[in-house]
């Protein structure tokens, strides 16, 4: 069968041969091809509708139990990228439509990845950026200074926009995020207040509002009598939620509801009620405190390479995946599952490790570890003696080395396994051999080295071991 992941599959064999308390804890993996129907395919074995994935699945008698074997897995999963060479970190992360609780995703670091993440560089915070905490600022605004005034804004319906043109800073405006949340009979008007350096987190504000959709010109005209863009919450009666930075701001500048029209001074409890809800609505910026109050934010992109779930009982349920425990009693069994793209890695590695010349791969998982390339193989007799005892005595010593026996120029040889991207090129050539040496050159070096060839296969191991 072809399959997209298997839970219910391992959950349903398990439920057939696991019956007592005295069986479990078990896990199983496979590495094996998963079929998705992925909407948009790209960037080749990065987002497949085939791929390579190494799927494990554990099955335990409590949570505690799960809770153990999860640390355990992240602290594999963490091993093994870092033996094959990545840059890479654990993200706490959504757990989406899978479902279950507690999940960390293993990202790659790299400037191309799709997802957004927030990180403190001083803790191992560390969280996918739709769900990184904005926390509430410390510091509350200073109060009302200013009286409300109605200022003139002809075409400025942008934050920015209007900020420079009133020569005020864009933290201190306001936008109105008008959307219809999902409610039974129609929709309702919400407008969602951000400050204005802010971006909506739509993850956030649906689990604040719910279901929603952002709102028509033509509704928004007819809940504040004003198209877009000169939007504001003053005057407005309907259901208001702010994010937590615009709760403590004062003397704001917000749409007047007026075509051409913005308002200055503006305060929260004086010229429009206290927001009715306040949240965390927005994207986490670089800078923001830390949720774990270690220090601040920064930024960076990464490529979902490892992703571990608790699903608790969310399958097993469904499915009736019981033991007796030790009392006799039937209980529905814990699970956990832990999946790696082993087909992304690749490509993963490669947006990692690469230059103008080709791939620079970490030798873990470089086809070859070292390319032993020979000047004039097909008619020098010594270099070909040369080159395959030094081929024979690497693959003796256990170093994955491979023979170029190709009758090809040396540039063009050269220019090969620098783009495959193997770490390691030892040159076999005849002027050398009269002096006992062999060229060494590694992939991200910019020169070659002579080393005695009785001593090359140490040389090459320490490199390899190092
Ligand atoms: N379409 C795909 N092509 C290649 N690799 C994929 C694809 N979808 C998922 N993977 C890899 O398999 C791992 C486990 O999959 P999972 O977390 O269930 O997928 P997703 O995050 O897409 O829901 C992911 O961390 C990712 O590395
Ligand atoms: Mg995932």
Request: net charge negative.
């Amino acid at each position: 069968m072809i399959g997209p992941t298997h839970e219910e599959v391992i959950t349903d064999v398990v439920r057939r041969d696991m019956r007592s308390y005295r069986q479990l804890p078990r896990l199983f993996y496979q590495i094996q091809t998963k079929f998705r129907d992925v909407i948009r395919p790209r960037f080749g074995v990065m987002r497949g509708r085939e791929f390579l994935m190494k799927d494990g699945y554990s099955f335990h008698t409590s949570y505690a139990d799960l809770q153990r074997e999860y640390r355990n897995m992240y602290e594999t999963y963490s091993r093994i990228f870092t033996r094959l060479g990545l840059k890479f970190r654990a993200v706490a992360a959504d757990t989406g439509a899978i479902g279950g609780t507690g999940s960390h995703e293993f990202h790659v670091l790299a400037d191309s990845g799709e997802d957004a993440i927030a990180f403190c560089p001083a803790s191992d915070y560390a969280a996918n950026v739709e769900l990184a905490e904005a926390v509430a600022p410390q510091e509350v605004g200073s109060g009302a200074t200013a009286m409300m005034e109605k200022k003139a804004t002809p075409g400025k319906t942008k934050c920015a926009d209007v900020a420079a043109f009133l020569g005020l800073p864009l933290t201190q405006t306001v936008k109105a995020v008008a959307v219809m949340a999902e409610k039974e009979g129609g929709g309702e008007f919400v407008l969602l207040l951000l400050r204005g350096d802010h971006d909506l987190n739509e993850i956030k504000a649906q689990k604040v509002v719910g279901e929603f959709r952002f709102a028509r010109d033509e509704e928004i005209v007819a809940a504040l009598g004003c198209k877009p863009g000169y939007i504001g919450a003053v005057g407005f009666s309907g259901r208001v939620v702010a994010d937590r930075s615009v709760a403590v701001m004062s003397d704001c500048v917000c749409g007047a509801n007026e075509e051409g029209y913005h308002l200055t001074g503006v305060n929260f409890g004086r010229d429009l009620p206290r927001p009715g809800t306040v949240a965390d609505i927005r994207n986490v910026v670089e800078g923001d405190p830390s949720p774990d109050g270690k220090g601040a934010l920064e930024l960076c992109r990464g490529i979902e390479v490892g992703h571990i779930f608790q699903l608790r009982t969310k399958y097993a349920a469904a499915l009736k995946c019981t033991f007796l425990d030790e009392h006799g009693k039937d209980q529905v069994m814990e699970m956990g599952c832990y999946g790696i793209g082993v087909s992304r890695i690749v490509g993963a590695a490669i947006e990692q490790g690469h230059d103008e010349r080709g791939i620079v791969f970490p030798a873990s998982i470089a086809p070859f570890a070292v390319a032993v390339v020979p000047m004039n193989y097909a008619k020098s007799e010594t270099v070909r003696a040369a080159a395959n005892t030094l081929h024979a005595e690497l693959l003796a010593a256990g170093i994955d080395a491979v023979l170029d026996d190709r009758d090809e120029r040396p540039g063009s040889m050269f220019a090969d396994w620098e783009l495959i991207g193997i770490p390691h090129r030892v040159v076999v050539g005849e002027r050398g051999i009269k002096e006992g040496k062999l060229e060494y050159k590694g992939r991200k070096e910019a020169d070659a080295t002579m080393v005695a060839a009785s001593e090359m296969a140490m040389f090459l191991k320490q490199k390899l071991c190092g």
